[in-house]
């Protein structure tokens, strides 16, 4: 596993023996930066490349493993414990796992999301609308909130990082949710968000967001920043274009 991380040395020394393997031995070489294997050692190896799973098929093979272990645990909390894996099948069956062992045979939704440190679909709800309504007030209470609970704001600016992208994605025409990398039942809301803005101010509001996120590492104090960017997006939510004005 992670091959590459051999040394010149080492893959020399390997050469020989992948040439001329024992006949009872088949070495695997796994490695996530293909680029770093050298020439020498590619040729002698039959190369696979192993994509990413659609959340459908984890989210089916999980369905499998909760009704056969006899868990009760609703499509929702489920659907959380796919996006969590990235698209890996093995990452997705760690982390129910680990549900189960937390939870026991009858898993909360609000469970599953502490448990792997998400943020859950209907804050991000939450967050856009209000950024859309310039509802400062609620925007101020969903950072006092994540940071009661102890929520990583970094991983929560991630999150609403992919959500704008996901709505610009919707108005750009394309409504795949694997695209999307969410689960189906999420897409009517996110529709609905999507309609709250124009393709200028969702534009315009996730440039204006990449900035923050970068301010928030050198941060002192993220929640301040965070919260102060919130209420810089929700106005600018409220600008009109400058070809508006004009005409």
């Known amino acids: 596993d992670e091959v590459h991380m051999l040394t010149t040395e080492a893959f020399n020394a390997l050469l020989k023996t992948l040439e001329e393997p024992p006949p009872h031995v088949v070495f695997i070489l796994a490695t996530t930066e293909y680029h770093k294997i050298p020439a020498t050692i590619l040729s002698r190896c039959q190369q696979y490349s192993f994509k990413l799973i659609p959340y459908p098929l984890i989210l089916d093979r999980l369905r499998e493993i909760a009704k056969a272990e006899g868990i009760q ?34 898993v909360r939704d609000e469970d599953v999301a502490t448990l792997l440190g998400l943020v859950e679909p209907k804050i991000l709800s939450q967050t856009i609308r209000a950024i859309a309504s310039n509802d400062v007030a609620t925007l101020l209470k969903i950072v006092a909130d994540l940071v009661e609970v102890g929520h990583d704001l970094n991983n929560f600016c991630r999150r609403l990082s992919g959500q704008f992208r996901n709505l610009m994605v919707l108005k750009a ?48 104090q993220v929640r301040f920043q965070l919260e102060m960017g919130l209420i810089e997006l929700a106005h600018l939510a409220k600008l009109k274009p400058i070809e508006d004005l004009i005409a």
């Not at 069956?93 to 939870?103: G, K, P, R, Y």
């Not at 189906?184 to 923050?212: G, W």
């Open 173 to 220: 025409g394309i409504a795949d949710p694997a695209l999307l990398g969410i689960p189906e039942s999420l897409l009517p809301d996110l529709r609905e968000q999507a309609e709250l803005f124009s393709r200028e101010d969702l534009l315009r509001l996730f440039d204006a967001f990449q900035k923050i996120e970068s301010g928030l590492r050198y941060a002192t």
């Open 73 to 106: 645990i609703s499509t929702a909390a489920l659907e959380q414990v796919v996006f969590s894996s990235g698209g890996s099948m093995r990452d997705a069956m760690s982390a129910l796992d680990q549900v189960i062992a937390f939870s026991g045979d009858s």
